[in-house]
């Protein structure tokens, strides 16, 4: 069901690298792709600072969510917030006009992609093992959105093994330090880990699956 929403979504104007170049030559002069350096940075702080928001959010209002919206409440709810918040601030990594609503509709896509197969996974073991299985394939639904968006499947074997590791590495490094940090401070450090890893990843991803697009251009 993911795989066809995204196959419909990659469909639409301007999302596609076909598109962009002409998306960009018909914008000011100005615009440009992101560099691989500003790609991680900027990936790195905005989607960190989204994340600690998210995290403080949920953590804080969890028993409401649980309550409320059931045991996939808390999820359902990150998921969301994460689209919003990040949506916006990554969306500066892609290059050309009209970027913003175009992002968000692909990361809509890609995120509760990612959400739904690290959900999934986490749910039918609820343990480490779980949350392993999760990143992996959370990871694999992700780089497939992005590859499928840009038409660049030959840079799956390098966004698949980037994304898992990002993502892996800030989640269970916020992970150890909520266990030795409880509370609300040990719940930022968790969404501040989490975060800037991944971001880190998802500013690599931007970039790579732009690299052909920058090719062209410079010709």
Same mark, same amino acid.
């Not at 890609?110 to 999760?134: D, H």
């Given at each position: #069901? ?19 170049? !002409? ?14 350096? !500003?790609?991680?940075?900027? &990936?790195?702080?905005?989607?960190? %600072? ?14 409401? #969510? ?39 509709? %692909? ?20 343990? /480490? ?8 394939? &959370? ?30 590495? &800030? ?11 409880? &509370?609300?401070?040990? #719940? ?17 991803? /931007?970039?790579?699956? !732009? ?5 062209? %251009?410079?010709?």
């Amino acid at each position: #069901m993911c795989c066809l929403e995204a196959h419909r979504t990659m469909n639409l104007p301007g999302l596609t690298s076909n598109s962009l170049p !002409q998306r960009i030559e018909s914008a000011a002069a100005a615009t440009r792709l992101p560099t691989l350096k !500003q790609s991680l940075c900027y &990936g790195s702080v905005g989607f960190g %600072l989204a994340s600690i928001a998210v995290f403080v959010i949920v953590g804080c209002g969890r028993p409401w #969510m649980y309550r409320y919206l059931g045991a996939l409440g808390p999820y359902l709810v990150a998921t969301v917030l994460f689209i919003v918040l990040a949506g916006g601030i990554l969306s500066r990594l892609v290059a050309g006009p009209g970027r913003l609503l175009h992002f968000y509709l %692909l990361f809509g896509v890609a995120f509760f992609s990612y959400a739904a197969g690290w959900v999934i996974a986490y749910l039918a073991l609820r343990n /480490l093992l779980g949350e392993l299985l999760g990143s992996i394939a &959370g990871s694999c639904l992700l780089a497939l959105v992005l590859a499928a968006a840009f038409k660049v499947g030959n840079s799956l074997p390098k966004l698949i093994p980037v994304l898992f590791l990002a993502s892996s590495v &800030g989640y269970f490094l916020g992970r150890l330090l909520h266990v030795a940090i409880s &509370g609300t401070v040990g #719940m930022i450090l968790f969404g501040a880990a989490y975060g800037l890893g991944f971001g880190a990843g998802l500013g690599y991803a /931007l970039f790579l699956v !732009q690299e052909p697009v920058g090719r062209r %251009l410079e010709r």
